[in-house]
T-cell receptor
Framework: KQEVTQIPAALSVPEGENLVLNCSFT??????LQWFRQDPGKGLTSLLL?????REQTSGRLNASLDKSSGRSTLYIAASQPGDSATYLC????????????FGKGITLSVRP | EAGVVQSPRYKIIEKKQPVAFWCNPI?????LYWYLQNLGQGPELLIR????????DSQLPKDRFSAERLKGVDSTLKIQPAELGDSAVYLC?????????????FGPGTRLTVT
């Protein structure tokens, strides 16, 4: 069964810390992987999309990597800020043209001032 | 550029009542998705449209759920009759097309409470 796992479910860090959020997927034959941010009561905001042929993508303080052989993706957040507090979800596209995303349950991040 | 618009944002209904959700995708996006998100879970796909055609509705409970996308732009998702277990957030997303290069952009969602 094609699944996506995010552990731990919650994380609390002090402001300024560099942190890594992990995402594991069960099938190395993914087409792409997308990281989202979700604020309480809000929809999902796309952060980064990594194609299967890519190793990483960067946007500002965010860097996402993809290692298909190990079934892992990581989202690196540099110099965390209280405004980064949110739930971060990763989603794998196992189906290519069908664009069906399989989501993890998310990691709820709290950055303490 | 306007994002994906959904309405209403919140809806409270009694069980067995009908309910409808509306979505307006980003202009020019041919692909539209409806997702269901339960509390503490990631979204799950209900249906995907390519223009006005529903190309993947395998996860849609067709006994009570229906959807349409008029003229390949706006879409409506309906539940009739609603059950207690339907309480969740219903998210609409759109993308330029289907397939691997395209990011999906999500709306704010409609939070449904069935009492």
């Amino acid at each position: 069964k094609q699944e996506v796992t995010q552990i731990p479910a919650a994380l609390s860090v002090p402001e300024g810390e560099n942190l890594v959020l992990n995402c594991s997927f069960t099938d190395s034959a993914i087409y792409n992987l997308q990281w989202f941010r979700q604020d309480p009561g809000k929809g999902l905001t796309s952060l980064l999309l990594i194609q299967s042929s890519q190793r990483e993508q960067t946007s500002g303080r965010l860097n996402a990597s993809l290692d298909k052989s190990s079934g892992r993706s990581t989202l690196y957040i540099a110099a965390s800020q209280p405004g980064d507090s949110a739930t971060y979800l990763c989603a794998a596209n196992y189906t290519g043209a069908n664009s069906k995303l399989t989501f993890g349950k998310g990691i709820t991040l709290s950055v303490r001032p | 550029e306007a994002g994906v618009v959904q309405s209403p944002r919140y809806k409270i209904i009694e069980k067995k009542q009908p309910v409808a959700f509306w979505c307006n995708p980003i202009s020019g996006h041919n692909t539209l998705y409806w997702y269901l998100q339960n509390l503490g879970q990631g979204p799950e796909l209900l249906i995907r449209y390519e223009n006005e055609e529903a190309v993947d509705d395998s996860q849609l409970p067709k006994d009570r759920f229906s959807a349409e996308r008029l003229k390949g732009v706006d879409s409506t998702l309906k539940i009739q009759p609603a059950e207690l277990g339907d309480s969740a957030v219903y998210l609409c997303a759109s993308s330029l097309g289907a397939g691997t290069p395209y990011e999906q952009y999500f709306g704010p969602g409609t939070r449904l409470t069935v009492t």
